[in-house]
């Protein structure tokens, strides 16, 4: 069975919270508006849907309104696409197997995800957005590793790439040809993870005063060093920082990972909503909690622009948001009750 290691950020964030010393490197304070704009003031433009009336349980979205997840029914899990109340079947698999659709996403007129059921290993599937069936690519998985962000799974080249390995001495790469065939194992020593290609990142969720990312077509390695009150988390492009104090999380930072262009978008009280660091390289999805969330288990969401340096609301009481392919989601409501609502940060 896989081993699935997920980043929960939050949790990591007060771990965090006991390895505080020392003084903090001054930023620019940015006032806080006294009332942020939301979505429709901010981006009129830009796509976006509020759902009350969507089946699936979602995985992934294709826009605004285009929804790729699963739903029980009876004795089946279903794997669907689903617009405008209209649903195509892409896979039916026996519930008591307790099957697991993981890791979705989309390159080009492709649809590709990671799923396992029962005693069979993790398999990679795909299918065409057009229509036809569905196909296996790969059962060749190894022991995958998937740490529940946008790079998974990971489309280059005509080839699908994925991490996996057995504790934190060497990560094996795999990918394998969209057209199936067989899968080239590359071994790196160390815990890794892919980020955006062609690049490996090792914050995996350890805090070790620095975040390590390596270029798998040259070999290029870029070390970002952090103090003992920072954590730390990086793609090529930006690097958040949870900057801690003697009383947990004074602000959160984004800077390059030379360290350059350093910069405050928010302060205590504050939460990364996705694992994600800066969606399009544009967009830190951000969390508050208020004081019922231990309660309630939802959060206010706000989207911090990174090229404006705006602020904007999302949601006052939000659940389970999530971004992928550059499409962001959030729910609403109770369970029962509950609304989808969409963002299509691409459009924006």
Not at 126 to 152: P, S
């Amino acid at each position: 069975m896989s081993a699935r290691a997920k980043v929960a950020l939050g949790v990591a964030l007060l771990a965090a919270g006991a390895l505080l010393a020392g003084g903090l490197p001054e930023q620019p304070v940015t006032p806080v508006a006294s009332a942020r704009p939301t979505a429709e003031q901010e981006w009129p433009a830009a796509a976006r849907a509020d759902l009350r009336d969507l089946t699936v349980e979602p995985l992934l979205f294709l826009d605004a309104t285009t929804a790729v997840g699963q739903v029980t029914d009876g004795d089946f899990v279903r794997l669907l696409v689903e617009k405008d109340g209209v649903a195509r079947e892409l896979r039916r698999l026996p519930a008591a197997d307790d099957p697991r659709f993981e890791a979705m996403t989309v390159s080009g007129d492709e649809l590709i995800w990671a799923e396992s059921s029962g005693s069979r290993p993790v398999e990679i599937w795909a299918v065409r957005r057009a229509g036809g069936d569905a196909r296996m690519v790969t059962a060749d998985t190894g022991n995958t590793l998937f740490y529940g962000n946008q790079y998974d799974l990971v489309v280059a080249d005509g080839r699908v790439h994925w991490v996996a390995g057995e504790g934190d001495t060497t990560t094996q790469i795999r990918s394998v040809a969209l057209t199936g065939g067989t899968v080239d194992v590359r071994e790196e020593p160390g815990r890794w993870s892919l980020s955006a290609w062609p690049w490996l990142t090792d914050d995996t969720g350890a805090q070790s005063g620095q975040v390590r990312m390596r270029e798998m077509t040259t070999g290029r390695e870029v070390r970002v060093p952090f103090s003992g009150a920072e954590w730390g988390m990086c793609a090529p492009t930006w690097c958040r920082v949870m900057v801690m104090n003697g009383e947990g999380l004074a602000r959160i930072d984004v800077m390059r990972p030379d360290g350059s262009d350093r910069r405050r978008v928010a302060g205590p009280g504050t939460q990364a909503a996705v694992s994600d660091v800066a969606v399009l390289d544009r967009f830190e999805i951000l969390s508050e909690p208020g004081a019922n969330f231990d309660l309630t288990g939802t959060a206010g969401l706000v989207v911090h622009d990174l090229t404006t340096g705006r602020t904007v609301t999302l949601a006052a009481a939000a659940d389970l948001a999530a971004t992928k392919d550059g499409v962001l989601w959030w729910s609403t409501g109770t369970r029962e009750t509950a609304v989808w609502h969409t963002l299509d940060l691409r459009t924006i």
